[in-house]
């Protein structure tokens, strides 16, 4: 089948339905009438943008980024760090977090939404995190608040 239409499903799939893992979409894919492997699954969710925000009984499901509501910012961020964050370095003006496999896009897609005027931006690979900080100075400072954050 054409990507373009698999893909218009998977958001589909995601808007109405609580996914959690790469497995249920293929498996929804699977009773939609579509071939995929978890493979194809993995690059459709990276392409679509798709991120993990919190589901009920402290889960994580996928979103489509523009339809995500963040009720409370600060609430959403302390709950994606205790679950997810692994540990937390620096070096420079740059942190490092490492999290839960599959996790490091949805805790990047808060932090970027926090407002913390010192984080630059973030980039996410499935459970790591680069954030960039400036000034310099102002990294020993969101440091300790990353790490009160995540329960440490």
């Known amino acids: 089948m054409i990507k373009s239409v698999r893909q218009k499903r ?6 109405n339905m609580s996914i959690e893992t790469q497995e249920q979409l293929a498996n929804e894919l699977g009773l939609a009438g579509f071939t995929i492997t978890q493979a194809t699954v993995s690059r ?20 489509v980024p523009d339809r ?32 839960l496999p599959g996790e490091a896009q949805g805790v ?3 932090i970027d939404n926090s407002d913390w005027p010192e984080i630059i931006g973030t980039v996410a690979g499935d459970d790591t995190i680069i954030m960039v900080v400036k ?18």
Do not use: C, W
């Open 10 to 15: 998977i958001i589909d799939i995601i808007r």
């Open 44 to 63: 459709d969710v990276k392409e679509l943008g798709l991120i993990k925000v919190p589901g009920e009984n402290n889960s994580s499901i996928y979103a």
């Open 68 to 99: 995500t509501i963040i009720p409370d910012k600060e609430k959403r961020l302390k709950r994606l760090f205790v679950d997810s964050v692994q540990k937390i370095d620096h070096s420079e003006n740059m942190v490092v977090l490492k999290t």
């Open 108 to 110: 990047a897609s808060a």
């Open 135 to 152: 000034p310099i100075s102002a990294v020993p400072d969101v440091v300790k608040r990353l790490k009160v954050l995540s329960g440490g």
